[in-house]
């Protein structure tokens, strides 16, 4: 998942984009506002991590915007405006979720989370597919019981493809949502990800046959179940 | 804690008691002026009756007295008395009640008798009048009044005073009920109309008790339908007025307050929460303890302009008044910004200014220049001009200190009123620029204004154009003098 970071204290963006990061969400950032309105409406974010007053164009101006132009970005406002007048305001010109200053670091990505699974269509934080369980709220995976090691990138990797499961998701949408501004991502990164991936998921002990993730030649890769037990 | 009502219902009973007892006094003693006035009337009316008819027949004194006349003279146990005396002093007669005894022998004129009481041997208190007349002559059938030979008869008439003191008794007793009562009743008269008077009084009270610091908007009816509640109700609701910004600013300031500390309490948070997450990572742990850190310091830095703050508001100049050089602290100020000043490539404007020394208190005027010209140079925009002018009022004993400059975020008239307001920005994002990332915590013209009050210095702010002015006026001995080039 691809997030962006409005912030202009420098301190509380520089730690939220280490521990987003860190999470496994692939992060840009934005010290005012300006420069955030422009970010987000050339990006492919998941959601937007917006405060409100920025510098050089504040919070609500930019979601009025962003909505304006129809796009359906999905927002969380974090700030240090607490006032109820504020939060309505902030959810009526469009956002989807109101954080207040000081938060709790596992509450703002358990609201991340939250948004990305109404972005899906999704209730349940545990995404089934086939043997496979993803529970993208303790951010583990497992197949038939047994918990999968993957680093923080390799489960944003198989988180993307579950939300999708079933879909083609071409490599492009791929770099998009899995690689932040920080990666320059190489022609072969996607596919020497899902490469390892596959390899994780796919272990003999887990009594793999065919491989859950699907290459679709020239155009992407399915993660699916098909019948793969023994 | 006196009481109005108690005030009015003492005054207002005591004053009629008084009024009262003064009344009843002056009515008793009229009363019994005017009972015992028409008692000798009467009786005066009588003894001139009886006067009548004593006749001096040639030097012959003769007195004859019908017993149909005055019948109440005739009984032995009347309550009429009568006495006459011939000229020579031996009694005429007498009327059959007393019985052989004496009225008492005091003369007056027929026209203004003398009056008395007498107690009878009897036991009985009566009420006397007597005169000396002359008798009735009579020559060649003609009846006339004038000087007797003989000299003059006098009488005396007397009545038992039993039934004018019985009168006299009830009369007294009547004022001095109403001396009683009245009062009593009229306190009670009193109470009710006080209590009704003030009804309106408890109902102000009542309806100002229901106002809290949450309704202050509210507006008490001009005098509750009383004229003279209406300055009353005037003035509180001027005083609500008056509350109702001071409460809206305490407001603003708290949540102004609180608001400048969530941002650092986040980053504080939000950075060591990250570090414990990764305890492994002594980068990360080192990185998020620098930033709790400086978090730190900005909420320090924040809490102690806001205690120079609250300690400006209060009190009065304390130190010593000292002499000094005022451009050459302005100067000084202006060197603690330097790097800032050639940071922002600012081009400051100022005059080679002779030496002029005000009597102040150093340390208040000190803060107050070094705010004034540390805001000057943080707002004013890169590249742009600080204009400072000291000028000299010899004759109005003053020196003016101005300082121009624009300002980055620029301002509005709108704006003037509120920038004396502890931690209010134009700039509602409250993080430094590019060239100035330093967090303002919007304190430091607050502070300008606190100490300035302190000193009673006079701060006027105006805009022209895109200029934002700000000018103090030191009062105080100036001594100017040609400051020698060091």
Redesign the interface.
Same mark, same amino acid.
């Given at each position: 998942m691809r997030l962006l970071v409005v912030e202009d204290s420098r301190r509380l963006r520089q730690s939220l984009e280490e521990g987003l990061r860190r999470t496994g969400y692939a992060v840009d950032t934005a010290a005012d506002g300006q420069q955030g309105y422009e970010m987000a409406r050339a990006g492919s974010y998941d959601v937007i991590v917006l405060d409100l007053m920025l510098p050089n164009m504040n919070g609500i101006e930019i979601i009025r915007k962003l909505r304006q132009q129809h796009n359906d970005v999905y927002i969380l406002i974090l700030t240090a405006r607490d006032a109820v007048e504020y939060r309505v305001e902030g959810l009526r010109m469009g956002a989807d979720d109101y954080l207040v200053k000081p938060f709790a670091f596992d509450e703002l990505v358990a609201r991340i989370q939250t948004l990305v699974r109404r972005k899906h269509g999704l209730k349940n934080p545990l995404v089934v597919v086939g043997p496979l369980e993803i529970n993208t709220s303790s951010r583990t995976a497992a197949r038939n019981g047994s918990v999968l090691d993957l680093t923080a990138r390799e489960f944003a990797l198989l988180e993307y493809l579950a939300l999708r499961k079933g879909h083609i998701v071409s490599r492009t949408e791929i770099e998009e949502h899995i690689y932040d501004g920080r990666i320059e991502p190489a022609s072969n990164v996607v596919d020497s990800a899902v490469c390892v991936l596959r390899k994780k998921i796919d272990q003999p002990d887990h009594g793999a046959k065919d491989s859950l993730i699907q290459t679709k030649r020239n155009v992407g890769y399915v993660l699916d179940a098909v019948d793969t037990e023994a | 804690m006196t009481s109005i009502r108690k005030t009015l219902i003492f005054s207002i009973v005591g004053g009629l008691l008084l009024l009262t007892v003064i009344s009843g006094f002056l009515g008793f003693f009229w009363a019994r002026h005017s009972l015992t006035h028409q008692f000798d009337t009467i009786l005066a009316a009588k003894a001139r009756a009886i006067a009548n008819l004593v006749e001096d027949e040639e030097g012959e004194i003769h007195f004859e007295f019908s017993d149909g006349n005055m019948p109440e003279f005739l009984s032995e146990k009347s309550d009429h008395f009568f006495q006459v005396w011939s000229p020579d002093g031996s009694v005429l007669a007498r009327s059959k009640s007393l019985a052989g005894q004496n009225l008492p022998q005091q003369w007056g004129s027929p026209k203004d008798p003398e009056a008395s009481v007498t107690e009878l041997r009897s036991g009985v208190n009566v009420r006397t009048v007597g005169f000396q007349f002359d008798p009735i002559q009579e020559k060649n059938e003609v009846r006339f009044v004038g000087p007797s030979k003989g000299g003059k008869a006098a009488i005396a008439v007397a009545r038992d005073t039993t039934d004018l003191e019985a009168i006299l008794a009830k009369v007294l007793l009547i004022i001095v009920s109403c001396v009683l009562l009245l009062p009593a009743a009229s306190a009670v008269v009193v109470s009710i109309a006080v209590s009704r008077g003030l009804r309106p009084l408890g109902a102000l009270a009542g309806r100002v008790a229901e106002i809290s610091a949450s309704s202050l908007k509210t507006h008490i009816n001009d005098g509750e339908g009383v004229v003279e509640l209406q300055p009353i109700t005037a003035r509180l609701n001027d005083l609500l007025a008056r509350l109702d910004i001071a409460f809206d600013r305490e407001r603003r300031f708290a949540?102004d307050a609180s608001?400048e500390l969530?941002?650092p309490?986040?980053?504080?948070?939000?950075?060591l929460?990250?570090a414990l997450?990764?305890p492994e990572d002594q980068q990360?742990l080192l990185? %998020?303890a620098n930033?709790a850190l400086?978090?730190t310091y900005q909420m320090e830095a924040m809490v102690a302009a806001l205690l120079s703050l609250a300690r400006a508001e209060s009190g009065s100049a304390d130190g010593p008044v000292e002499s000094i050089d005022l451009p050459d602290v302005v100067r000084h100020c202006f060197d603690h910004v330097r790097d800032l000043i050639t940071k922002k490539n600012l081009e400051l404007s100022m005059s080679e200014w002779d030496v002029i020394n005000i009597s102040t208190n150093k340390p208040l005027a000190t803060a107050i220049i070094t705010n004034l010209v540390s805001n000057a140079v943080q707002y004013a925009p890169v590249m742009s001009t600080i204009q400072c002018d000291i000028i000299q009022k010899v004759d109005e004993n003053r020196v003016g200190l101005r300082v121009i400059n624009s300002m980055a975020v620029p301002l509005s008239d709108d704006d003037l009123d509120k920038l004396f307001e502890p931690l209010w920005r134009k700039?509602? %994002?409250?993080?430094g620029?590019e060239v100035t990332?330093e967090v303002h915590f919007g304190l430091g013209l607050a502070l300008v204004k606190a100490y300035c009050e302190k000193l009673g210095v006079p701060v006027h702010v105006s805009l022209s154009g895109q200029m934002f002015i700000i000018e103090l006026s030191f009062s105080g001995t100036c001594r100017l003098s040609k400051r020698r080039a060091s």
């Amino acid at each position: 998942m691809r997030l962006l970071v409005v912030e202009d204290s420098r301190r509380l963006r520089q730690s939220l984009e280490e521990g987003l990061r860190r999470t496994g969400y692939a992060v840009d950032t934005a010290a005012d506002g300006q420069q955030g309105y422009e970010m987000a409406r050339a990006g492919s974010y998941d959601v937007i991590v917006l405060d409100l007053m920025l510098p050089n164009m504040n919070g609500i101006e930019i979601i009025r915007k962003l909505r304006q132009q129809h796009n359906d970005v999905y927002i969380l406002i974090l700030t240090a405006r607490d006032a109820v007048e504020y939060r309505v305001e902030g959810l009526r010109m469009g956002a989807d979720d109101y954080l207040v200053k000081p938060f709790a670091f596992d509450e703002l990505v358990a609201r991340i989370q939250t948004l990305v699974r109404r972005k899906h269509g999704l209730k349940n934080p545990l995404v089934v597919v086939g043997p496979l369980e993803i529970n993208t709220s303790s951010r583990t995976a497992a197949r038939n019981g047994s918990v999968l090691d993957l680093t923080a990138r390799e489960f944003a990797l198989l988180e993307y493809l579950a939300l999708r499961k079933g879909h083609i998701v071409s490599r492009t949408e791929i770099e998009e949502h899995i690689y932040d501004g920080r990666i320059e991502p190489a022609s072969n990164v996607v596919d020497s990800a899902v490469c390892v991936l596959r390899k994780k998921i796919d272990q003999p002990d887990h009594g793999a046959k065919d491989s859950l993730i699907q290459t679709k030649r020239n155009v992407g890769y399915v993660l699916d179940a098909v019948d793969t037990e023994a | 804690m006196t009481s109005i009502r108690k005030t009015l219902i003492f005054s207002i009973v005591g004053g009629l008691l008084l009024l009262t007892v003064i009344s009843g006094f002056l009515g008793f003693f009229w009363a019994r002026h005017s009972l015992t006035h028409q008692f000798d009337t009467i009786l005066a009316a009588k003894a001139r009756a009886i006067a009548n008819l004593v006749e001096d027949e040639e030097g012959e004194i003769h007195f004859e007295f019908s017993d149909g006349n005055m019948p109440e003279f005739l009984s032995e146990k009347s309550d009429h008395f009568f006495q006459v005396w011939s000229p020579d002093g031996s009694v005429l007669a007498r009327s059959k009640s007393l019985a052989g005894q004496n009225l008492p022998q005091q003369w007056g004129s027929p026209k203004d008798p003398e009056a008395s009481v007498t107690e009878l041997r009897s036991g009985v208190n009566v009420r006397t009048v007597g005169f000396q007349f002359d008798p009735i002559q009579e020559k060649n059938e003609v009846r006339f009044v004038g000087p007797s030979k003989g000299g003059k008869a006098a009488i005396a008439v007397a009545r038992d005073t039993t039934d004018l003191e019985a009168i006299l008794a009830k009369v007294l007793l009547i004022i001095v009920s109403c001396v009683l009562l009245l009062p009593a009743a009229s306190a009670v008269v009193v109470s009710i109309a006080v209590s009704r008077g003030l009804r309106p009084l408890g109902a102000l009270a009542g309806r100002v008790a229901e106002i809290s610091a949450s309704s202050l908007k509210t507006h008490i009816n001009d005098g509750e339908g009383v004229v003279e509640l209406q300055p009353i109700t005037a003035r509180l609701n001027d005083l609500l007025a008056r509350l109702d910004i001071a409460f809206d600013r305490e407001r603003r300031f708290a949540m102004d307050a609180s608001h400048e500390l969530r941002t650092p309490l986040a980053e504080s948070r939000t950075a060591l929460e990250i570090a414990l997450k990764w305890p492994e990572d002594q980068q990360l742990l080192l990185g %998020s303890a620098n930033h709790a850190l400086d978090a730190t310091y900005q909420m320090e830095a924040m809490v102690a302009a806001l205690l120079s703050l609250a300690r400006a508001e209060s009190g009065s100049a304390d130190g010593p008044v000292e002499s000094i050089d005022l451009p050459d602290v302005v100067r000084h100020c202006f060197d603690h910004v330097r790097d800032l000043i050639t940071k922002k490539n600012l081009e400051l404007s100022m005059s080679e200014w002779d030496v002029i020394n005000i009597s102040t208190n150093k340390p208040l005027a000190t803060a107050i220049i070094t705010n004034l010209v540390s805001n000057a140079v943080q707002y004013a925009p890169v590249m742009s001009t600080i204009q400072c002018d000291i000028i000299q009022k010899v004759d109005e004993n003053r020196v003016g200190l101005r300082v121009i400059n624009s300002m980055a975020v620029p301002l509005s008239d709108d704006d003037l009123d509120k920038l004396f307001e502890p931690l209010w920005r134009k700039d509602k %994002s409250r993080t430094g620029d590019e060239v100035t990332p330093e967090v303002h915590f919007g304190l430091g013209l607050a502070l300008v204004k606190a100490y300035c009050e302190k000193l009673g210095v006079p701060v006027h702010v105006s805009l022209s154009g895109q200029m934002f002015i700000i000018e103090l006026s030191f009062s105080g001995t100036c001594r100017l003098s040609k400051r020698r080039a060091s």
